[in-house]
């Protein structure tokens, strides 16, 4: 049965892609498509080309790893704390991410967006998340020896972000008026960001985070009976411990970076996962969770390319719209509980 | 068997309780006793690996406990604790399994031996039809019993368990204590736990530990009857124990 739903999931991410390349802003006959990835040009439409090569492919794999990234992230959160409501954004991780790139953003002036960038700005926002984020990260990690208390940790995720706030509004306040307006459009969410050549990077950065997640399987399912038990089972709490925040930290500083704070997608796909596999054993729970998200993604990129304007809806806009659902029910079938 | 000598437990610099010395035998079942705060859990956290001991020794078969690796230590001490696992989704074979982490490889695949080994923890406590039901489907007992289950199916010659009948009613907690009494006489287990239901103890445990503020005095419930342990253990609150047909009254 898990297998069959397993496959099923893999079917439908594939029919994404697939929709994910055929529909966009631009009506392209599938034909024309298909040709274009064939190595074909189209005569008649040579900016189409351009479209599907450096736009859609792009996009597309953008969405996927994005999706993958962040569930998986919140996944490995929710055992970690052992909490149904953690996720990347809740213990402000991504909000490290976010410090980093208004203080690159807003303090650089105005003028800059993403797409405009040198690769050398654009180079130098992404460092600025990952900074951002896992000194966050690495600060958790100094508390979660101190704070050993699942409840205490959230609280401190909390008050990190409300201070990283703090310091987002200090800057933005001090900053130009297209300073904010880039930083805005940014913090919206977009999987439009990454062109063909910066790509590999992206993706080389993901698939070391999801790699990490994969190897961590074992001591994760030990992990939901507490620490107490898993260490009573022979698990290095430590260094799981440690080895789950540095693998939360690089998938959620590597998506921030790259498509700004998605939210909701990191809280919710874990639960859809649960919901569809019924099961709590990580050996399905992370593959399925990387399956969801990713297909959740690439759904969510589908919708944003619908005003027929050529306009993107911003990401952050739709993943609510599939996120505030799947909390309400997890909220209300805990009570019941 | 686990001997403590002169074990000091504690935190950090301050001692919970000191000088104890007392053996656990195999094949019996132990427990210990006594008022709250008065270092139960902390004794049973130091036995467990959970914190060392802040002097003295325990000694597992003549061997120092604190040079045991964390491998060793998985495969000597299953435990039982009173923090109730908070998982949704998962089977109750599926929990009794996670005991075999210890044998298991990288990624925690069950082979066969594995599964025999669930399969015979599950039989041994009486859980088998339960199997397939979900972890919170099940009522206090019933998980309680998977956790005696997983601890079982880790194979260890040592089971620990913190007040493993504090949330049971009184059948569940009597029918908990008899299978437990009963592992340990079947299987040459070494089972010690820790409770608050003194005639509970006092009727199906082997052996007593009294942990008091004055130290930790060990033998048979008869023992420890004849000498007056017991009723001076007791008598502080305004009880009065009947040596004889093991009761007790308020006075």
Not at chain 1, 60 to 79: D, E, I, P, R
Not at chain 2, 99 to 106: A, D, E, L, M, V
């Amino acid at each position: 049965m898990k297998p069959l739903i397993l496959f099923s999931l893999i079917l439908t991410l594939a029919a994404l892609c697939v929709a994910n390349l055929l529909w966009g802003s631009l009506d392209i006959p599938a034909h024309a498509v298909w040709q274009i990835l064939c190595g074909e040009d189209i005569a008649a439409h040579p900016s189409w080309r351009f479209i599907i090569m450096e736009n859609r492919i792009p996009q597309m794999a953008t969405a996927l790893f994005c999706g993958a990234a962040l569930s998986t992230s919140g996944l490995l959160l929710q055992t970690a704390f052992r909490n149904p409501l953690a996720g990347p954004s809740i213990l402000g991780i991504d909000s490290g991410a976010n410090l980093g790139v208004a203080a690159v953003m807003l303090c650089l002036g105005g003028g800059v967006t993403l797409g405009s960038l040198s690769l050398d700005g654009y180079l130098l926002v992404i460092c600025a998340a990952m900074a951002g984020a896992l000194s966050i990260m690495a600060l958790l990690v100094m508390l979660s020896s101190l704070l050993r208390s699942p409840v205490m940790l959230l609280i401190t995720g909390v008050i990190i972000s409300y201070v990283t706030g703090a310091l987002i509004s200090l800057l933005n306040f001090s900053a130009t008026e297209e300073g904010v307006h880039s930083y805005v459009m940014w913090g919206m969410g977009n999987f439009s960001g990454i062109s063909l050549d910066r790509l590999p990077v992206y993706v080389a950065l993901c698939s070391a985070g999801l790699l990490l997640s994969v190897l961590l399987i074992k001591p994760l399912d030990t992990l939901l009976l507490g620490d107490r038990y898993a260490t009573n089972l022979g698990i290095r709490i430590r260094l799981t411990r440690n080895a789950l925040l540095l693998c939360t930290g690089l998938l959620t500083a590597a998506t921030t970076a790259f498509c700004g704070p998605v939210s909701f997608l990191g809280l919710a796909v874990p639960h859809i996962a649960r919901m569809v596999m019924r099961t709590s054993s990580h050996r399905i729970l992370v593959p399925a969770t990387m399956l969801v998200g990713a297909c959740l993604a690439l759904l969510c990129n589908l919708c944003s390319t619908l005003p027929s304007n050529g306009s993107l809806i911003p990401i952050n806009v739709i993943t609510p719209l599939i996120g505030a659902p799947v909390i309400l029910y997890v909220i209300l079938h805990s009570r019941k509980q | 068997m686990i001997e403590l000598k002169n074990l000091s437990t504690g935190y950090g610099r301050h001692t919970v309780s000191a000088n104890l010395n007392a053996t656990l035998q195999s094949g019996r079942l132990t427990c210990l006793l006594g008022p709250n705060g008065v270092g139960k859990s902390t004794l049973l956290r130091t036995l467990c690996g959970f914190q060392p001991p802040l002097e003295g020794r325990m000694e597992m078969d003549g061997k120092d406990m604190a040079q045991l690796s964390r491998k060793e230590m998985s495969r000597s001490i299953g435990v039982v604790l009173t923090e109730r696992p908070d998982v949704t989704d998962m089977r109750a074979s599926d929990m009794v399994a996670l005991g075999r982490t210890p044998y298991t490889g990288f990624w925690g695949t069950l082979g066969t031996e594995d599964r025999n080994r669930v399969d015979e923890a599950m039989q041994l406590v009486g859980i088998a039809h339960l199997a397939h039901r979900m972890i919170h489907t099940l009522s206090d007992g019933e998980r309680q019993k998977v956790m005696i289950a997983k601890a079982l199916a880790q194979q260890t010659p040592v089971i620990l368990l913190d007040e493993p009948t504090a949330f049971l009613d009184f059948p569940s907690k009597v029918e908990t204590m008899r299978l437990l009494h009963r592992l340990a006489h079947e299987s040459g287990k070494t089972v010690f736990l820790s409770t608050h239901d003194l005639e509970t103890a006092i009727q199906l445990s082997d052996d007593l530990w009294l942990l008091s503020a004055d130290g930790l005095e060990s033998g048979t419930a008869d023992s420890l009857s004849a000498d007056g342990s017991l009723e001076r253990f007791v008598s502080c609150n305004g009880i009065r124990f009947d040596a004889a047909r093991k009761v007790f009254y308020l006075s």
